[in-house]
């Protein structure tokens, strides 16, 4: 039975490495997930993945069923899920093709459903969000990422936003303000439903550009991020490959 559930995003719609061993289509109560989940060995143990946007990316930010994506890994009583996702780099630190293990996230997404706690009710429930990410698999991130020499970042502040389009340069320096280093469309309300659901959940971010306005201030390419996301995500599959025998 798999332990780790890879969340894949833009540029990880298929996971290099992993030895698929069947594909499962889940119904949930809260309607279907993005695609089946992928079972497949990684580094020989037992994982499941599962491409955020489905499997040919046609799945925008504000369109994931984000609730029927985290009841599926639950329902296969995995423990951990690694939410692998591109974002734009604000931080000097975020520098584009730069891996960043986030530790906060600031949410200005909405109208997506964002509770498991919604409805039929026998009790209302508001769970602990003060630290959003697990501090112990965000350390194992990082541990694993550094053994391999790989540049990475310990932390950094989510800003999620609600997409599909960019945004201005304002928006970003808004956030900067907030104290974002990050910004990414899918990071909420993914990370609070894992929560509610009690699972182990760690994002590991791969930056796609440099925000609006960020770097040279020039205008934000898809050719852009294709290219970095490439060279950041090939970073991540070696630490994900890294990582899993450890677990
Ligand atoms: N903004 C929001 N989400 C993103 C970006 C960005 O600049 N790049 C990749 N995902």
């Excluded at 993945?49 to 009583?77: C, D, Q, S, V």
């Excluded at 003060?130 to 350390?139: E, V």
């Excluded at 303000?177 to 509610?196: K, N, S, Y």
């Excluded at 009690?198 to 050719?223: F, K, P, Q």
Aim: charged share 20%.
């Amino acid at each position: 039975m798999a332990d780790l559930a890879i969340i894949g995003g833009t540029g990880l719609t298929s996971l290099k490495g992993l030895e698929i061993i069947r594909k499962e289509v889940v119904h949930t109560p809260y309607g279907e997930p993005s695609g089946p989940l992928v079972h497949g060995l990684l580094a020989g143990k037992e994982v499941i993945f599962l491409p955020r946007h489905g499997a040919a990316h046609t799945i925008p930010p504000h369109r994931i069923n984000y609730r029927a994506n985290i009841w599926a890994l639950k329902l296969m009583e995995v423990k951990r899920v690694v939410a692998v996702a591109a974002v734009g780099g604000i931080g000097a630190e975020a520098h584009p093709s730069a891996i960043v293990i986030p530790d906060q996230i600031i949410d200005y997404t909405w109208s997506r459903t964002s509770t498991f706690f919604d409805e039929n009710l026998t009790q209302v429930t508001h769970v602990d969000f003060t630290y959003p990410y697990c501090a112990k698999l965000r350390k194992m991130l990082v541990d694993s990422g550094r053994e391999i020499n790989i540049d990475l970042s310990d932390r950094g502040v989510y800003g999620a936003t609600q997409g599909p389009r960019l945004e201005t340069a304002a928006e970003i320096n808004r956030l900067a303000h907030d104290g974002c280093t990050l910004v990414g469309m899918t990071g909420m309300p993914e990370a609070a439903l894992a929560r509610e659901l009690d699972l182990s959940y760690a994002c590991c971010a791969v930056v796609a550009n440099w925000a609006a306005g960020r770097g040279d201030g020039s205008e934000i390419t898809m050719a852009e991020i294709e290219r970095h996301l490439k060279s950041g995500m090939e970073k991540v599959r070696h630490l994900l490959e890294h990582l899993v025998p450890k677990l």
